[in-house]
């Protein structure tokens, strides 16, 4: 069933029934250390991001892309990802790799998001119109120390 949801300066016509069943067939998962790491971090994010990721019908724990850049001076990775979902962008300026900034992005605590029609690694099966909500975060290291000789990724 489509809504509209008003996001900041977005208005956005989604099916987050859709989009739910899509993520409770069961998504793969990267399962390297620095992914494993931010899916152990789900609990902890910012309650508004994950609020977020519940009205548009997104499980946390199921990024479609993760990229994990070293800690930086406060022992936080920085986290660029994305997610799709079902729904289309009535009103508001897209987000593009070449074109992240202030006015077509919005900071939810230590998120900050965008949404792109420029989609990467959609599953087959996904069903349409598809959108991509793409995300930047600093996260803590949550789990066992990192052992690098270890790391599979």
């Known amino acids: 069933m489509k809504s509209q949801l008003k996001i900041a300066n977005w208005?956005?016509?989604?099916?987050s029934n859709q989009t739910q069943k899509f993520y409770a067939k069961g998504v793969d998962v990267c399962n390297c250390a620095y992914c494993s790491n931010f899916t152990a971090?789900?609990?902890r994010m910012s309650s508004k991001f994950i609020?977020?990721?519940a009205a548009?019908?997104?499980d946390p724990k199921m990024p479609a892309e993760l990229s994990e850049f070293p800690s930086n001076e406060e022992g936080l990775h920085t986290y660029l990802g994305f997610y799709h979902f079902t729904g289309t962008v009535i009103e508001g300026e897209l987000t593009t790799s070449s074109t992240w900034k202030e006015s077509n992005t919005l900071k939810l605590d230590n998120f900050t998001i965008g949404f792109s029609t420029e989609l990467m690694f959609v599953p087959e099966d996904f069903p349409a119109p598809v959108l991509q909500l793409e995300?930047?975060?600093d996260l803590p290291w949550v789990l066992k120390p990192l052992?690098?000789?270890a790391d599979n990724q």
């Open 51 to 53: 609020a977020l990721l």
């Open 147 to 149: 052992d690098k000789t």
């Open 41 to 43: 971090s789900t609990g």
């Open 11 to 15: 208005l956005l016509e989604l099916d």
């Open 56 to 58: 548009l019908g997104i």
């Open 135 to 137: 995300f930047e975060v």
